[in-house]
């Protein structure tokens, strides 16, 4: 594989003040086209950390990509470094120069001396013109290793890389074709997931690699198959089958499709309408299903109801049920599932009443307890699971499990 190092250059990252999202980006990207990232290195703005990532880079890598350090004030110290790094004189671009002022005309600004600096590059670089922003990408080529230093504005960057670099980079070197397929899970730990399909996972092909990618949303299992281009994809969908007999109930959608997009696919599928009722979560799964586009062909609505009153107010749950199980129950639970259904005259409807903490739990109902229920017109179920994290995460995870138990029930699972 082809090896390659990212280098963030920025003081503003060390401290916390952006988050480093260009690396990521770079990577993926990179990886995509079968190159192989081995590491990312951020560092600030100094000539002494300039040069010596870039010595240690070289000494490892193929291929030393940097972003950052490239503006025209006297704190932007990259360009300067890299040329000290190539020992190499500078000179004016004129068509850096020309790209420089007529971008600033069409910003209705004149081109002053420090913007002229823009144009000043290495006399050993290669210049590729950036017609969307004032700072070029200087490209240096030493000892079959390649070096690229690209602007820190991530739109600048993403369309330097796409455009120019990784067809260049891809002219220069020969690449494995790479393929990844992305299994989004849900319903499992990512520790019994992996119990569960241990024996898959230990016979798939050589060539085919598995990375598992938890968050609170889901657990992505990401399978990346490298070699031959004409039969990747058959293999990967071939073991991707295989995976279903093992977890199937719990795989949901493919390639970042997320659990609320997931179950706008089913309603629009069966022509169905949903609706929420809404205690500990807050209206959390409301605003899941209505972050998709166009989910108001089939999610109708929501009632939070929060306090015991708007329990009975606005769901009709009996209070004799509230004083007789507690709000947070199996009986309540399901009686605002029912509630939701008919008020809003769905297909489906989800309910959650729970204990999201930090404070309210009790020896019997802790904090982290959570009762769903999900119901049609024709049945009703609930369960409950208690995990006690931090209030907002609570609220992340069972308004998560919520939509699962929901998706259950629409395929009857």
Not at 21 to 50: C, P, R, Y
Not at 98 to 110: N, S
Request: aromatic share 6%; proline share 4%; charged share 25%.
């Amino acid at each position: 594989m082809v090896k390659v190092e990212i280098i963030t250059i920025g003081d503003e990252i060390l401290i916390g003040q952006i988050v480093d999202t260009n690396s990521a980006w770079i990577a993926q990207q990179l990886n995509l086209n079968g190159f192989h990232v081995e590491q990312i290195t951020s560092i600030s703005d100094t000539k002494e950390h300039i040069l010596e990532a870039l010595k240690l880079a070289e000494s490892r890598v193929e291929i030393i990509i940097t972003t950052g350090g490239l503006g025209p004030t006297a704190d932007d110290i990259t360009k300067p470094a890299i040329a000290e790094y190539f020992n190499s004189k500078m000179r004016i671009d004129e068509g850096v120069l020309a790209d420089v002022t007529g971008y600033l005309k069409q910003k209705g600004r004149e081109i002053g001396e420090q913007n002229k600096l823009q144009a000043l590059v290495p006399e050993k670089c290669t210049v590729i013109r950036n017609h969307i922003g004032t700072a070029p990408v200087m490209w240096f080529d030493k000892n079959d290793k390649v070096f690229v230093s690209l602007p820190g504005v991530p739109f600048e960057m993403k369309e330097l890389i796409s455009s120019k670099i990784l067809p260049k980079l891809k002219a220069k070197f020969s690449t494995p074709h790479i393929i990844h397929k992305t299994v989004m899970t849900n319903g499992l730990p990512e520790s019994i997931l992996a119990d569960k399909i241990h024996d898959w996972e230990i016979a798939l092909p050589k060539n085919l690699k598995l990375a598992y990618l938890p968050s609170p949303e889901a657990v992505r299992l990401r399978v990346s198959a490298y070699g031959q281009e004409n039969n990747l994809e058959e293999l990967v969908d071939i073991e991707i089958k295989k995976l279903h007999q093992y977890i199937g109930k719990y795989i949901f959608a493919y390639d970042d499709v997320y659990l609320n997009e997931a179950i706008g696919l089913l309603l629009k599928e069966k022509a169905a309408s949903m609706a929420t009722a809404e205690s500990c979560t807050g209206g959390l799964i409301a605003q899941l299903l209505t972050s998709v586009s166009g989910s108001s062909e089939y999610y109708k609505g929501s009632i939070v109801a929060y306090a015991n009153e708007a329990k009975a107010n606005l769901l009709d749950v009996p209070m004799s049920l509230i004083d007789k199980h507690g709000a947070v129950s199996k009986q309540v639970v399901e009686a605002m599932a029912m509630g939701v259904l008919k008020k809003l005259n769905v297909d489906y409807a989800v309910a959650t009443s729970g204990v999201a903490g930090p404070n309210g739990g009790t020896p019997d109902k802790p904090v982290g307890t959570v009762w769903f229920a999900v119901a049609s017109k024709d049945k009703v179920v609930s369960r409950t699971y208690t995990i006690n994290i931090k209030r907002e995460v609570n609220m992340r995870l069972a308004a998560n499990s919520a939509l699962q138990f929901l998706r259950f029930l629409i395929l009857d699972l």
